[in-house]
C-alpha cells in the first residue's frame, strides 16, 4: 500500500513539475526530414494478469504530435490497428496521426519501472484537430476499427484514456451537449463488450487560437464522469503551462510529454 501511495504521489508531483526539468528550450525537429523508424514486429500474445493494454484515444495531444520522438526503453509495445499487429513502441506510434511524438510511449515505460506492469501494449486511436462530435460520427470509424482488430487478436484492453478538448474549446459546444457525446463515445467500447475503466482527462490549452467556450467544455469533462459507464477522471492537462508546450502554445514539448506522461500514470490503476 505504501509503494502505491508513494507512485501515485510521485506521478503526480512528476506531472506537475516535469517539464520544468528538462530544458524546455529543445529546438523544433523537423521529422519529415527524417526517415521514419524502423519497426520490429512482435508477437501480441501470450497475455498475463500483468499486461496492460490501453487504448489512447482523443485528439492531436493524444497522437504523435509531441516535438521529440521517444522509443520505449521497457517491455512496451505498438499495437496497429491498420494491421492488427504488435510492434515495439517507437515515436511516431503506429495507429494514429502526426510523426513527432506521443505520451503514451513514455507512460509505457513508468508503469514498468514503478512496478505496476510487466508489460504495457499501446493502442493508438486518436486523431489530431478532432472535436467530439468528428469523433462519434466521421472518425467513429477509428473506434470500431480498433475494436475489430483488438477483438480479432484476442485483446481486452484494461484501461481507455480520453484527451481531448481543445477543438471544441473554440467551438460552441456546450457542457451538456460534451457530456452527451462523451458518454455516447464510451458506450461503442461498452457495446463491444470492453468494460475496461475509461479515463477522461480534462484538456482544453491551445494558445494559438482563440479560446473562448474553455468553462463550457472543462465543465463537461467534469459532469461526464459516470459511474454507470465506469468514466473515471483523468488528469487535468491544462496544468502543464507554456514551459511544457511547444511555441503555438498547444502541443507538447519534451518535457511537456513527459508531464503528460507521468500525470496519466498517476490515474492509472
Known amino acids: 500500500?505504501?509503494?502505491?501511495?508513494?507512485?501515485?504521489?510521485?506521478?503526480?508531483?512528476?506531472?506537475?513539475?516535469?517539464?520544468?526539468?528538462?530544458?524546455?528550450?529543445?529546438?523544433?525537429?523537423?521529422f519529415s526530414a527524417i526517415e521514419?523508424?524502423?519497426?520490429?514486429?512482435r508477437p501480441c500474445g501470450p497475455i498475463s494478469g500483468r499486461t496492460a493494454i490501453i487504448v489512447v484515444h482523443g485528439q492531436s495531444n493524444a497522437a504523435n504530435f509531441g516535438s521529440a520522438r521517444h522509443s520505449a526503453r521497457e517491455a512496451v509495445d505498438n499495437f496497429?490497428?491498420?494491421?492488427?499487429?504488435?510492434?515495439?513502441?517507437?515515436?511516431?506510434?503506429?495507429?494514429?496521426?502526426?510523426?513527432?511524438?506521443?505520451?503514451?510511449?513514455?507512460?509505457?515505460?513508468?508503469?514498468?519501472?514503478?512496478?505496476?506492469?510487466?508489460?504495457?501494449i499501446l493502442v493508438p486511436l486518436a486523431k489530431g484537430g478532432a472535436s467530439l462530435s468528428f469523433l462519434n460520427n466521421e472518425g467513429a470509424v477509428l473506434i470500431t476499427n480498433g475494436i475489430s482488430k483488438l477483438k480479432a487478436a484476442g485483446l481486452t484492453p484494461t484501461h481507455i484514456l480520453f484527451q481531448q478538448?481543445?477543438?471544441?474549446?473554440?467551438?460552441?459546444?456546450?457542457?451538456?451537449?460534451?457530456?452527451?457525446?462523451?458518454?455516447?463515445?464510451?458506450?461503442?467500447f461498452r457495446a463491444a463488450g470492453f468494460d475496461?475503466?475509461?479515463?477522461?482527462?480534462r484538456s482544453t490549452k491551445c494558445n494559438y487560437v482563440g479560446l473562448n467556450n474553455t468553462a463550457a467544455v472543462?465543465?463537461?469533462?467534469?459532469?461526464?464522469?459516470?459511474?454507470?459507464?465506469?468514466?473515471?477522471?483523468?488528469?487535468?492537462t491544462d496544468t502543464i503551462g507554456n514551459e511544457g508546450r511547444s511555441p503555438d502554445g498547444c502541443h507538447m514539448n519534451e518535457a511537456g510529454t513527459l508531464a503528460n506522461a507521468a500525470l496519466w500514470a498517476a490515474f492509472i490503476r
Open 1 to 30: 500500500m505504501r509503494r502505491k501511495v508513494a507512485f501515485l504521489l510521485g506521478g503526480v508531483l512528476i506531472g506537475t513539475i516535469g517539464y520544468k526539468l528538462v530544458t524546455p528550450a529543445t529546438p523544433h525537429t523537423d
Open 36 to 41: 521514419p523508424p524502423a519497426r520490429n514486429e
Open 80 to 120: 496497429d490497428p491498420a494491421t492488427g499487429k504488435c510492434f515495439a513502441a517507437v515515436d511516431p506510434l503506429l495507429g494514429t496521426d502526426g510523426i513527432g511524438g506521443s505520451f503514451a510511449t513514455r507512460l509505457g515505460d513508468i508503469l514498468i519501472q514503478a512496478g505496476r506492469y510487466d508489460r504495457v
Open 165 to 188: 478538448g481543445e477543438t471544441d474549446a473554440v467551438s460552441t459546444t456546450t457542457a451538456e451537449e460534451y457530456a452527451s457525446l462523451l458518454h455516447q463515445l464510451a458506450k461503442r
Open 196 to 201: 475496461a475503466p475509461f479515463y477522461l482527462s
Open 218 to 236: 472543462r465543465a463537461g469533462q467534469l459532469s461526464a464522469v459516470n459511474e454507470a459507464l465506469n468514466i473515471r477522471p483523468g488528469p487535468d
